[in-house]
């Protein structure tokens, strides 16, 4: 009979139940295999030894790990593989709200069950779905993070059950309103809000220009790729008109600050309130800073601008932004509606008999009263001339 193999684990019985029996980082690990058949004790002693070779076995396994531990690693990883801004956002968000509930608890026990009671949690706390699926978003992020250690942290990732966000924003601002609004605004911030009005850029790429950035000759602003969201430059145009005119006026206002948009010479980082004061004012008092993006996407597609020029402009990397926020007003279907209009005009003039088609001006009644007349005219001067 052929020896045993060195770490091959031991298949014994205990009155008719086989168990298995192996070593691992030093300690015995005895599981039964619940059943009196051998064949399932060899099956289980593979599948064990098999979690031991890929080391989910170790003194780090994976029934050990919290998500505390998880919810730090995430951390270390936004350190090196997101932007300053965005680890600055994780990093709140994970001391604020998720390890204060998470954080003692065993990864390998959560269950969708305790996700959906953090949902609750949250929304009793007057937090939106939007909100709390970012944070679970973000808490999944951080599993299956574990999942791709060597050795493993998460054997199994949960299921995070997501809310659909139906109240997505359909702000647009119209002609008339961005001049109520470029008026109710005071002086430092007009220089920002036509720049976003004309362009879309994001705001907190407009905040991070500066003036070497804008190529005037040329007409143009350069957006750094450390400063954009996706990390890739891109080119703006400058527009003549009130976009040039009140960025000659932040130039010339900017008493030696290197920011494009300040206030008397200091960078602008917080303008909330004022902003909520001159939409109200013009009429407008839903409307948010970030509606801009989607005016100016939707001004630059009536203009005629392609659409993946529009997307180079305003910084979008694929066209799922005019599909999820909807792009159309009151106009583009009134447009619609005239364009549908004219094409039943037309289809329906090319159906209609040469002999029925009215002139302008005239109805098929004027010419069937015309056509009448002159037989009649005919028929006597018939009878006059006999």
């Known amino acids: ?145 574990g999942r791709k250690c060597t050795p493993t942290k998460i054997l199994i990732v949960p299921y995070f059950p997501m809310v659909a966000e139906a109240h997505v924003r359909q702000g647009f601002l119209t002609d008339e309103q961005y001049e109520l609004l470029r008026d109710a605004l005071p002086d430092y911030l007009r220089p920002l809000f036509v720049t976003a009005y004309f362009t879309g850029v994001r705001l907190g ?64 980082k917080e303008f909330r309130f004022t902003w909520r004061k001159a939409c109200a004012a013009a009429g407008v008092p839903e409307l948010k800073f970030h509606d801009l993006r989607r005016t100016a996407v939707r001004n630059m597609r009536r203009d005629g601008v392609p659409q993946v020029v529009r997307m180079r402009i305003s910084g979008h990397r694929t066209d799922s932004m005019e599909r999820r926020y909807n792009i159309v007003d009151i106009e583009d279907i009134q447009s619609a509606r005239e364009l549908m209009q004219r094409r039943r005009r037309e289809i329906a003039v090319q159906e209609t008999p040469e002999a029925n088609r009215t002139t302008p001006g005239f109805t098929a009644r004027d010419h069937k009263t015309n056509g009448d007349s002159g037989t009649s005219g005919e028929a006597s001067g018939g009878g006059e001339t006999l």
Request: with cysteine.
């Open 1 to 145: 009979m052929a020896g045993r193999s060195y770490g091959a684990g031991t298949i014994f019985q205990r009155g008719k139940v086989w168990y298995v029996s192996f070593w691992a980082d030093g300690r015995q690990i005895q599981k039964s295999s619940g059943s009196t058949k051998r064949q399932d004790a060899v099956r289980l002693r593979d599948q064990l030894l098999g979690k031991k070779a890929r080391g989910e076995m170790g003194p780090a396994a994976a029934d050990k790990i919290t998500c505390g531990e998880l919810l730090d690693d995430l951390l270390e990883h936004a350190k090196h593989n997101v932007k300053a801004s965005t680890e600055k956002i994780w990093k709140l968000v994970v001391e604020a709200s998720l390890r204060p509930f998470f954080g003692h608890r065993k990864a390998a026990t959560l269950s969708t069950a305790l996700l959906k009671e953090y949902r609750r949690k949250r929304l009793a706390e007057g937090r939106s779905e939007a909100t709390c699926n970012r944070e679970l978003s973000m808490l999944r992020t951080a599993f299956n993070l």
């Open 205 to 268: 790429e407009l905040l991070a220009i500066r003036w070497d950035q804008v190529d005037w000759d040329q007409g143009f602003i350069t957006l750094s790729s450390a400063d954009t969201k996706t990390g890739h430059s891109r080119v703006v145009p400058v527009l003549d008109g009130d976009m040039r005119h009140w960025l000659q006026w932040a130039r010339e206002n900017a008493d030696g600050c290197p920011a494009v948009f300040h206030r008397d010479g200091v960078p602008i």
